[in-house]
């Protein structure tokens, strides 16, 4: 029989209390990020710190709530959760408001409503049950099928709203899979493709010329190193035909996509999106248009020195240099504000957070609290990695906040749903039989 007396002194207060510090730095963060000295106290509802205040309000209820329901609630329901939510993205492609170029809300009067946000605690439970199933095995091809299924769904419906930088959040479940028993060699062939199309953006626009006469484009010339470094390995390892036949394949599967560099630049990325990758690889400069947010962000977080210039006393963020300071590039606040000291004391943060997620994911007793967990973990730590690297200058500008600290009330709710099942199911692991 379950003991629910005590059911708060089992809930992970390590976790909670990285969660609430989190939150309140981004509280402070978002009043820096747009003071108005005609409003300045911090609980004003009419700026947008004050308007945070009522979402981090409304996120502790939520977070109550969710430690309230029974944790058999969220396996039980796990694939009606799913389905809602494909059914809610379909409905915000049909009837959701554009805003800034994604068909991606729910507008009612004032209040807006960013659906694609809860899809990720949606998606992480719907794959905790399919992959806790009894004899689902990663290895097997029907489960990496469905497992794709699974997390394909959403990522596409969310593509379809021009959402690009949500849909980029579904590849950090490839972690969870791997966790469970994918192959590394499905992260190995993923970073080979990321690098491969890097390479092949740098070298397109040159071209090389070799005995006075011979003349090769980048691309050319790539595809000719490729060709020598399969001979090379096929006449270097001796061994058997279906070995040959794989770096045959993976040759052409190489070729193929550097040929397909220019169509998927031009046909399949919005403008502004090829454009940030350009200038973020440095094959063009505009300081003024789609490099001027990273611009201005490196100038800040670079001001800001070892110990900062002290809260409220950034110019950059003073001055409004920095476009979407309170929600995408939250990031240099702190590191003008706080300097060096202040952003290393931050990841310091989420890392411990990260950490203590993945300790808590190991000690479950249920296969699916234990897969739930590495999905928020991978979730959390994507959104981090990215929204960090946009801010400093090593990733293209996808427009992901950081969690926890952006400004947002979707973003806010959805990642403390995400984090409060998870810290519930723990809570709970006590009552799961072994």
């Not at 004032?110 to 990663?138: C, D, H, R, V, W």
């Not at 769904?153 to 690009?164: E, F, G, R, S, V």
């Not at 630049?265 to 940030?276: A, D, G, I, T």
């Not at 590039?329 to 590191?335: A, H, K, L, Y």
Request: aromatic share 14%.
């Amino acid at each position: 029989m379950r003991n629910q007396k005590n059911i708060f002194a089992n809930i992970d207060n390590i976790t909670v209390i990285l969660y609430v510090v989190l939150v309140f730095i981004g509280w402070i963060s978002i009043y820096a990020a747009v003071y108005n000295e005609e409003h300045h106290s911090i609980f004003d509802i009419s700026q947008r710190y004050g308007m945070q205040l009522l979402w981090i309000s409304a996120a502790f209820v939520i977070a109550l709530i969710i430690l309230l329901i029974d944790a058999q609630f969220y396996t039980a329901f796990a694939y009606p959760i799913f389905i809602g939510l494909l059914l809610t993205l379909i409905g915000v492609l049909l009837f959701g408001a554009e805003v800034k170029g994604s068909k991606s809300w729910f507008k009612i009067g004032s209040f807006a409503l960013q659906p694609s946000e809860f899809g990720k605690f949606a998606t992480a439970l719907a794959l905790a049950k399919y992959l806790s199933t009894m004899n689902i095995k990663m290895q097997d091809l029907k489960t990496k099928l469905i497992a794709s299924v699974i997390i394909g769904a959403p990522a596409i419906l969310i593509l379809l709203q021009n959402d690009t930088g949500s849909t980029l959040v579904y590849a950090s479940f490839v972690f969870v899979l791997y966790r469970e028993g994918l192959s590394g060699n499905v992260l190995l062939i993923a970073l080979y493709t990321a690098f491969l199309f890097v390479i092949s953006l740098l070298m397109r626009i040159n071209t090389f010329t070799f005995f006075s006469n011979l003349v090769l484009t980048g691309d050319q010339l790539l595809i000719v190193i490729l060709a020598l470094i399969a001979a090379l390995i096929i006449y270097v390892t001796q061994r058997t035909k279906k070995f040959w036949m794989i770096v045959v394949a993976g040759f052409i599967f190489s070729a193929g996509l550097i040929f397909s560099v220019d169509y998927i630049f031009e046909n399949v990325l919005e403008p502004h999106q090829s454009k940030r990758i350009n200038v973020l690889l440095g094959i063009e400069s505009d300081p003024k248009g789609a490099g001027y947010n990273v611009n201005q962000s490196l100038i800040a977080i670079g001001s800001g020195g070892f110990a900062g210039k002290g809260f409220l006393e950034g110019t950059q963020t003073k001055f409004d240099f920095v476009p979407e300071q309170s929600t995408d590039f939250i990031f240099c606040t702190i590191g003008e504000e706080w300097g060096f000291l202040g952003s290393f004391v931050l990841i310091c943060l989420y890392v411990g957070l990260f950490l203590r997620i993945i300790f808590l994911a190991e000690r479950q007793r249920s296969i699916f609290s234990r897969i739930y967990g590495y999905a928020v973990a991978s979730i959390l730590f994507f959104h981090f990695l990215i929204n960090i690297g946009m801010a400093i200058g090593l990733a293209p500008v996808i427009g992901i906040p950081l969690p926890f600290i952006s400004y947002g009330g979707s973003s806010l709710w959805s990642f403390t749903i995400l984090l409060f099942i998870f810290i519930k199911l723990d809570a709970e692991r006590i009552n799961v039989l072994r």
